[in-house]
């Protein structure tokens, strides 16, 4: 009988041995894959770079609220909505559709994005698909300007053939105001 009960727990501890061993090897490897937050990959951000950031988006959202009356001045919707938007631009509209869910939800004007929207393709031209600053900059000053126009560079007209001073600085093209160069 002794003999019987032996063979039993051998036979058991052989049936829970090998899967034992294999949830072993996954929760090793699991743990492995998670790793620390900190070995991200990407070295660990500078303390004033994170409060410089930090500083940014709190100085986008105080010019949002200053600059739009009603709930698209709101925090909520300025950063829905951009989000939504630029989602929009990419083409990513499964995404921007769940994110515009969220923010009407919230409240916000749809009409606000739709306009914000508008704005950004009249600005097509000027986005660099390389330069993400580039489209975050230009998404934010369509929010707080969503009427905004793209300035049309003049070619420069020949001067006319008198030599006089004063019709020489009176067809000089008026100063326009630079358009914003993507930050590389």
Known sequence: MRQRVLQLQIAVLRHLAVPGLALMIGIGSAIAQS???????KPPANSA???????????????????????????????????????MWRDDLDTAFRHLDLYDRFGCPGGHVQA???????????????????????????????GAQPQAVAAPSPAPASSTAGTASASAPAPSQPATAPAK
């Not at 994170?50 to 698209?72: L, W």
């Open 35 to 41: 790793g620390n937050p900190d070995q991200s990959g």
């Open 116 to 146: 914000t929207f508008r704005c950004l393709t009249r600005f097509g031209a000027q986005i660099d698909d390389k330069v993400q600053k580039s489209l975050d900059d230009r998404v934010h000053a369509c929010w707080i300007n969503p």
């Open 49 to 87: 770079d994170a409060a410089k950031d930090s500083q940014r988006k709190t100085d986008e959202f105080a010019e949002a609220a200053q600059a739009i009356n009603g709930p698209a001045g709101n925090p909520e919707c300025v950063w829905l909505g951009r989000r939504v938007v630029r989602l």
